[in-house]
Every structure is written in structure tokens, then in C-alpha cells.
């Protein structure tokens, strides 16, 4: 009964470079949504997406960030050009179907020097 | 500007007290509320949750009430253990967004043996 997977755990990039952050949503989950969390902060909200689809961007920046959801494998974020500021954790979580409980995935730390 | 506030960061109890905390919201339109328990480096555990048409959910030790009048709710945990030491989020759906999560910044307990 494998929960939400992420990894890396923790990545490390210097500025300039992409990360790719991972997620395998819970078994039997079509709904995945990505967040993040600044440091003292509470997790904001970046993306949901659907198996080949993103259903809301609206928290996600314009530039550099970018989301998908193949219909075979996980569920990638990826960060091209990384800055400082992009340092944080990042969170996935799954549900079932809409409106319902979402379940969390441990999280990748992203560090940029 | 914070649809989801808990404006307590920190509480103190002691154990096999009750511990309660508190979240207050500004969007008559969310219809569903949750809370999460965060433990330091890994990802938000869901406790309990509570749709807008109830008052009430009770899960063990945890119980949720909601006001939608004052549009606040609260978790009260009895009794309280040390193991439940952690920082606790709530968070809401609804209000026209499409299933993601509008967090508070959290409140962190600590349960004192």
C-alpha cells in the first residue's frame, strides 16, 4: 500500500541549472496536485493535473516552471534556470478524485547555491 | 492577501490536556476544510476533515468544529500526547478553485510530558 513517492528527496543545483522533481501519485489516483513550501511558511498551491492534462496552473510563475503528467510514469515539475529564490520544499499530493482528501508525498528540498 | 489564517504560530500543552487550535477563513465559499500534522522534514500526514454542511467530526482523539457563521474552525485533540508534537496546518477547498488546497501558515504544538 505504497503512498505518494517523491525524489529525489533533496537536490541540490547551482543557479542556472534545471531540476526535475518527481511524483508517483498513490495507487489508483488520477489527481495530482504539486505545492510549495517557503521556509516559516504554509504551502502554496502551483498545479494540479490529470493524467496528460493541467487542469490549473494559476499558482505556478510564467517563467522557468513547468508541469506534466504522462499517461505512463510520473508526474514530473521542472524548474529550468534555477535562482535562489526557487529554494524551498516541494510537495505533491494525490487524490482520487476531485474535492477529496489529498494525500502528501514526502516532499524533495531544493537548495540552490 | 490570506484566505486561511491560523494566528497562533506556537502552542504549549501540557500532556493528557486538550490541545486546540484554531483557523479562521475569509471565503464564504470554501465547503470543505481539512487538517494536516507536519513533522520536520516530511510531508503533511492528513488528520480529519469536515464539509461545509456539518458542524462536527469526530475521528479518536481528534475533533473538528466548524462555524460557518464566524467562519472559523478548530481542532481540539484529547488528550494530548507528546507524540503529537508537531506543526499542525489547516487548509479549505472550494470557493471556485478546482480542488487545490488554500493553506494556513500553521501553528506548531508542543506537548510537554
Known amino acids: 500500500n505504497a503512498g505518494v513517492m517523491q525524489n529525489p528527496r533533496h537536490l541540490v543545483r547551482r543557479r542556472g541549472q534545471e531540476a526535475r522533481l518527481r511524483c508517483s501519485p498513490m495507487k489508483g489516483h488520477s489527481h495530482v496536485y504539486w505545492y510549495r513550501q517557503l521556509p516559516e511558511e504554509g504551502l502554496k498551491f502551483m498545479v494540479y493535473l490529470q493524467k496528460e492534462n493541467i487542469i490549473d496552473e494559476s499558482g505556478m510563475p510564467k517563467e522557468r516552471f513547468s508541469a506534466e503528467f504522462p499517461k505512463e510514469g510520473p508526474s514530473i515539475l521542472r524548474i529550468q534556470q534555477v535562482v535562489r529564490g526557487d529554494s524551498a520544499a516541494y510537495f505533491c499530493?494525490?487524490?482520487?478524485?476531485?474535492?477529496?482528501?489529498?494525500?502528501f508525498g514526502p516532499g524533495t528540498r531544493l537548495l540552490v547555491l | 492577501d490570506q484566505q486561511v489564517k491560523q494566528n497562533s504560530p506556537s502552542l504549549s500543552v501540557q500532556e493528557g490536556r486538550i490541545s486546540i487550535l484554531n483557523c479562521d477563513y475569509t471565503?464564504?465559499?470554501?465547503?470543505?476544510f481539512l487538517w494536516y500534522k507536519k513533522y520536520p522534514a516530511e510531508g503533511p500526514t492528513f488528520l480529519i476533515s469536515?464539509?461545509?454542511?456539518?458542524d462536527k467530526n469526530e475521528d479518536g482523539r481528534f475533533t473538528v468544529f466548524l462555524n460557518k457563521s464566524a467562519k472559523h474552525l478548530s481542532l481540539h485533540i484529547v488528550p494530548s500526547q507528546p507524540g503529537d508534537s508537531a506543526v499542525y496546518f489547516c487548509a479549505a477547498s472550494g470557493g471556485g478553485s478546482q480542488g487545490n488546497l488554500i493553506f494556513g501558515k500553521g501553528t506548531k504544538l508542543s506537548v510537554k510530558p
Open positions: 471565503n464564504s465559499m470554501f465547503d470543505y
Open positions: 499530493a494525490s487524490s482520487p478524485i476531485p474535492q477529496e482528501t489529498q494525500y
Open positions: 469536515i464539509s461545509s454542511i456539518k
